[in-house]
Structures are given as structure tokens and as C-alpha cells.
């Protein structure tokens, strides 16, 4: 079973950007499909974005779409979120969390939903704040 362990939250200004990383070990890591998702204070867990490893598609939910970009260096067993034109409303714990196999998303009428159920595997967290 994967394990994962997120990194490179921290403090940044409105209009900056971030790049998170989720560095995965015990298991293959072409095997998942890794999904971020945040926690926002008050509110419930969403989902971000998801990649499969094993082919690089990778798939958005519309109130991030364009300002966040996922990927995954196989060869160094991480995933990747960049995230840019950062708001006061993107304060949240970030997570990555991994599932075995492709990844798992709702198409709604073109609107991208990634269900925190689809996975099984989740690291611990990483505080994103946004100052304005």
C-alpha cells in the first residue's frame, strides 16, 4: 500500500503562486492515480485535481480549472500541484491522496467532480494560506 507524505504549503500573497508536492513510497507508484483535494476552514473536503500515472491524464474541477496544473514524476515517485493567481479563498490544508488504478471522475454535463471516496490512501496535510 502506497504511502504518501504532502509538502510545500506555507504563506503566500494574493496574485502569488505555490507548488505542492506529494512524495508517495511503498508501492509502484505507476499503479495510482494521485488526487488533491483541500479543506477549506468551515467547509467540507473538495476535490482539485487528479492524475493517472500511468498514462498522465489528468482531469480538473471547474473552480480551479486554469490556475492549477497536477503532474507526476514517475521517476521520483511525486506528484506535483502548481497553483497560481492565488486567492484569500484558496487558504486550505491541501492533501493528496492516492488510488489504485486510473482515476475515477464525475462528468456532470462537462463539469468534473473528484470524489474523495474514490481513494483510499491519504497523506497528512499541508496548510496552504493566502494573505490579500
Known amino acids: 500500500e502506497v504511502q504518501l507524505q504532502a509538502s510545500g504549503g506555507g504563506l503566500v500573497q494574493a496574485g502569488g503562486s505555490l507548488r505542492l508536492s506529494c512524495a508517495a513510497s511503498?508501492?509502484?507508484?505507476?499503479?495510482?492515480?494521485i488526487g488533491w483535494f483541500r479543506q477549506r476552514p468551515g467547509k467540507e473536503r473538495a476535490g482539485l485535481s487528479c492524475?493517472?500515472?500511468?498514462?498522465?491524464?489528468?482531469y480538473y474541477a471547474d473552480f480551479v480549472k486554469g490556475r492549477v496544473t497536477v503532474s507526476s514524476d514517475n521517476a521520483e515517485s511525486t506528484s506535483y500541484l502548481l497553483m497560481t493567481n492565488l486567492e484569500p479563498g484558496d487558504t486550505a490544508i491541501y492533501y493528496c491522496?492516492?488510488?489504485?488504478?486510473?482515476?475515477?471522475?464525475?462528468?456532470?454535463?462537462?463539469?468534473?467532480?473528484?470524489?474523495?471516496?474514490?481513494?483510499?490512501?491519504w497523506g497528512q496535510g499541508t496548510l496552504v494560506t493566502v494573505s490579500s
Open positions: 491522496a492516492a488510488r489504485r488504478g486510473g482515476c475515477h471522475v464525475l462528468n456532470d454535463f462537462g463539469r468534473i467532480y473528484i470524489e474523495d471516496v474514490d481513494f483510499h490512501s
Open positions: 511503498g508501492d509502484t507508484f505507476e499503479d495510482y492515480c
Open positions: 492524475i493517472s500515472n500511468r498514462n498522465g491524464a489528468a
